[in-house]
């Protein structure tokens, strides 16, 4: 494999340039240029961009892809590259690829997701500590990772050390997710799915993990269901759980109602969206690689979205094509699907795939070298160094590619179809059994020119359903492979494309558009007196509020000839979208059941599975949800999730509503107060006045808070550079309680400022001791932020007291919290969380501080 040969560019440019030009490029759309700009332009660790538009980005990937095409005969040129994937409006390189490849500044994997583990049943503290190890050095790398727990030996069974008996799978699972918490990746957090079979005894200790406030929080959740779990939950039977699962001699087996265990599952999916449930037997049966299980290639878990089933050492690179960009003259009466290019580009993007790959093995064979030069003892170095030896060979023996689309809600629309619809159903299915047999025929050829991956044999495959499916349609194809082979084990999927979305200006994946027409708001400057202010938020700050279109709902629109710039009503908005064939089909709208079945339909032509959730209003039952995940298993996913408007923003306090003394599990500080406090001070404005806060700390969480106006004249007055201090509980004259601010000045003598509780508003000072009395006693400061936000006070003054309050203490409130009650005034999702004191958006990226 010969090394790359890229060379660093010289020319750099600055934030707000990159950001400018690529505003211009994506028409105006800014959360798209940020996206862009914050996530994929090329830039060093100092924070040096090298990339002005994407435009820049795509002569990047095309340069290095065409490098590695003259290795192979009739190689594709890089105008040819260049022209299928400029725009995004072709052929996606996703996430990972689209920031590593061709990138000098960063030792990194192109690889979307892993699995790492074993297919064994070793869980000794080595093996468990390795595979903590294994997933901290994929993680720094970009990587999302999945394992499986169904390996550890559930609670109470015997262990030969001190400990005498095993504490279970819930204690790792910890583990794993603070280790994910912890690991940082170019500014992001890091990716987990952790997975257990239903068969584990310890099987409802999972499930349960994350309904506990606080527990699990760097980690999505899944159950691997077998079909034998879901038949007794059909006959309202029992079910046997073992360990080892599955065994014939097993160490422990109990027998269970398996109705009562899926009204557990169902419940927690209904309440907070997990966990997930993948039907293993349907994995494992459809699956190709595992017609390769002795070899290495048995399925243990999925990556973090589910969409990839992985073997151990497995990974997986994402690529996604835009089906919106093959209508013609879309949403006219003409509109029609252009096969013959698609077909033609289905071809290019899978070749393109295959050369990712070896652009992959080039990253591996970097990261390796690295470790080898790194001055560390060789056995610190061990795990890391094998992990990706054993990576590089999985990659270069499977070659395993991951094709998936995204614009699956536009194309529908361009054509005139409503998502949902058995029309649009059948259409879809159609789009997709084109791709997998256009991917599946290039990789025949692809293995003509370069060679089969290293271990095809089609005997293996013969009684796999879905090759047997590909020989029914298309027979010659069948015995072409026959007779060439097949360069990659697997070659499809369909995932997740937020951000590649955003970029495209398309629907996400195969999902329905989630609203095509939203409210947004513009922050408006206090000093500009003819500004329209349309709304005041909770703290203080004046917004205009503007309507913004989804972009294919605005193509729609122009083509009927509405006028795009016009302050449109809400009732006139209402008419013009149910004229639209996005009328009764955004997420919401969509019928669920249609929904699943569509899944089931599609996942006939996905080698791999698909990333999809059922959005359900706040008042479906638990019943309904039972009945999806029925429905899905029968309709043939291989998994599904999903997720009830609201389930996941609040944070669940304890799982056992029943508990009599859970007033204790809130207790995280000493009931007595100490005398001496370190101290933050915390600046904001309500309105146009100033305010201050002075927030005592233990363990740097907030204990106390005192707050009110900075510069009236019963305020307090400070040095703006003073962020840090000591509240000191003293005596007054009289003998009653006081608490004084102190600081050190520039000359390092301290300043004291006496009675905090008496220099603000008595009014305030009482509202204080109630928020403090709920910090003292560990009370989470999410929920402290939504007491506030919920008391009804008569003051205007004490209204915007309490706004600056809450604003002051969300600074504190962890990263990865879910926002209570809240949507985002962006996408209207509500699948915000605090990042850093902001509420951010999981869906859109927007982020909001405050």
């Given amino acids: ?71 192979y005969p009739n190689p594709l040129g890089e105008e040819e590259i260049f022209d299928l994937i400029k725009n995004f409006k072709y052929i996606v390189p996703q996430g990972s690829p689209m920031a590593g490849i061709g990138n000098p500044y960063q030792i990194a994997s192109l690889s979307n997701c892993f699995v790492i583990g074993t297919d064994g049943n070793s869980d000794s503290y080595g093996a468990i500590m390795k595979v903590d190890q294994e997933q901290v050095q994929l993680m720094k790398r970009r990587g999302g990772v999945g394992h499986d727990l169904s390996h550890i030996r559930p609670k109470g069974s015997p262990v030969k050390n001190s400990a005498l008996t095993s504490t279970g799978l819930v204690p790792f699972m910890e583990r794993y997710s603070n280790s994910t918490r912890e690991v940082a990746q170019d500014g992001r957090r890091g990716a987990l799915m952790l997975s257990v079979s239903i068969n584990h005894p310890d099987a409802e200790d999972f499930i349960d993990a994350k309904m506990e406030q606080g527990k699990v929080t760097g980690a999505n959740v899944s159950v691997r269901i077998d079909d034998a779990f879901m038949k007794a939950v059909e006959m309202d039977g029992h079910y046997t759980q073992k360990f080892p699962i599955h065994s014939s001699d097993p160490k422990f087996s109990k027998k269970i109602k398996a109705s009562q265990l899926w009204k557990k599952i169902v419940h927690n999916a209904w309440k907070s969206a997990e966990p997930g449930i993948l039907f293993w037997d349907t994995i494992i049966d459809e699956s190709v690689p595992d017609c390769y299980a002795d070899l290495g290639y048995k399925t243990v878990s999925t990556n973090p979205c589910g969409e990839i089933p992985l073997c151990p050492y497995d990974s997986c690179r994402l690529l996604a094509i835009n089906l919106f960009s093959y209508v013609e003259e879309p949403f006219t009466e003409e509109a029609s699907f252009n096969f013959p290019l698609f077909k033609k580009h289905i071809a290019a993007a899978q070749r393109i795939m295959d050369d990712i790959i070896d652009l992959e093995l080039e990253k591996v064979d970097a990261i390796l070298k690295k470790i080898e030069d790194d001055p560390e003892l060789d056995e610190t170095k061990m795990v890391e160094y094998k992990l990706w030896q054993n990576i590089r060979k999985k990659a270069e023996e499977g070659r395993r590619t991951g094709i998936g689309i995204t614009a699956e809600g536009d194309m529908l629309a361009a054509l005139g179809l409503r998502y949902g619809s058995k029309k649009a159903n059948e259409f879809s299915v159609e789009v997709h059994k084109t791709i997998a047999l256009e991917a599946y025929r290039a990789s025949v050829q692809t293995a003509r020119d370069r060679g089969a991956f290293g271990i095809f044999d089609a005997q293996r495959e013969k009684e796999n359903p879905f090759i047997l499916r590909l020989k029914e349609a298309d027979e010659k194809l069948y015995y072409e492979m026959l007779e ?123 080698d791999h599975s698909i990333s999809v959730t059922i959005n359900l ?149 009482n509202y204080a001791k109630l928020i403090s009395g709920t910090l003292r006693h560990g009370m989470p400061i999410e929920n402290i932020v939504d007491l506030i936000g919920s008391l009804q006070l008569d003051s205007e003054q004490i209204n915007t007291w309490k706004n600056g309050v809450a604003r002051a203490l969300k600074r504190y409130v962890a990263d990865g919290v879910a926002a209570k009650g809240q949507k985002c005034s962006n996408c209207k999702s509500a699948n915000l969380i605090y990042q850093e004191g902001c509420l951010t958006c999981t869906d859109c990226g927007s982020s909001k501080c405050g």
Wanted: glycine fraction near 6%.
């Fill in 1 to 71: 494999m010969p090394t790359s040969t890229i060379h660093e560019p010289t020319q750099t440019f600055t934030q707000e340039e990159a950001f400018e030009a690529s505003l211009a490029y994506f028409k105006g759309d800014d959360l798209a240029a940020r996206v862009w700009v914050t996530k994929y332009a090329l830039k060093d660790s100092d924070g040096n961009i090298y990339e002005r538009t994407p435009d820049d980005m795509h002569r990047r990937i095309a340069g290095e892809i065409a490098r590695i095409e003259e290795k």
């Fill in 484 to 606: 060439h082979g097949r360069r990659n084990i697997a070659l499809l999927t369909i995932a997740p494309t937020g951000t590649t979305s955003l970029m495209t200006q398309t629907t996400s994946g195969i999902e329905p558009v989630f609203l095509p027409v939203y409210k947004r708001r513009r922050k408006v400057n206090p000093n500009d007196k003819e500004a329209r202010v349309d709304f005041v938020d909770e703290v203080g700050d004046s917004w205009e509020e503007y309507l913004v279109f989804h972009h294919q709902f605005k193509a729609w629109m122009i083509t009927k000839g509405y006028d795009t710039d016009k302050n449109y009503s809400q009732e006139e908005i209402n008419a013009i979208v149910e004229k639209s064939p996005y009328y009764k089909a955004t997420s919401n709208d969509v019928d669920w059941l249609s929904k699943v079945r569509l899944q089931g339909e599609v996942q006939k032509w996905v």
């Fill in 617 to 765: 209003p706040n008042d479906v039952s638990e019943e309904l949800v039972g009945k999806l995940y029925l429905e899905a298993w029968k309709a043939g996913c291989k998994g599904v999730t999903v997720y009830r408007d609201g389930s996941r923003s609040g944070v669940l306090i304890s799982n056992d509503d029943n508990k009599e003394d859970s007033q204790n599990t809130l207790t995280a500080f000493p009931t007595k107060r100490p005398q001496t406090l370190e101290a933050d001070v915390v600046r904001f404005q309500n309105n146009k006045e100033k305010w201050i806060a002075f927030i005592g700390l233990i363990d740097n969480k907030p204990y106390e808070i005192f707050t009110g106006l900075a510069d009236d004249e019963d305020g307090i007055l400070i040095p703006r550079w003073v962020e840090k201090g000591l509240i000191i509980k003293n005596k007054d004259e009289d003998g009653n309680s006081r608490y004084d601010f102190q600081y050190k000045n520039t000359r390092g003598y301290k300043t004291t400022i006496e009675g905090l509780s008496h220099k603000f508003d008595p009014e305030y000072w």
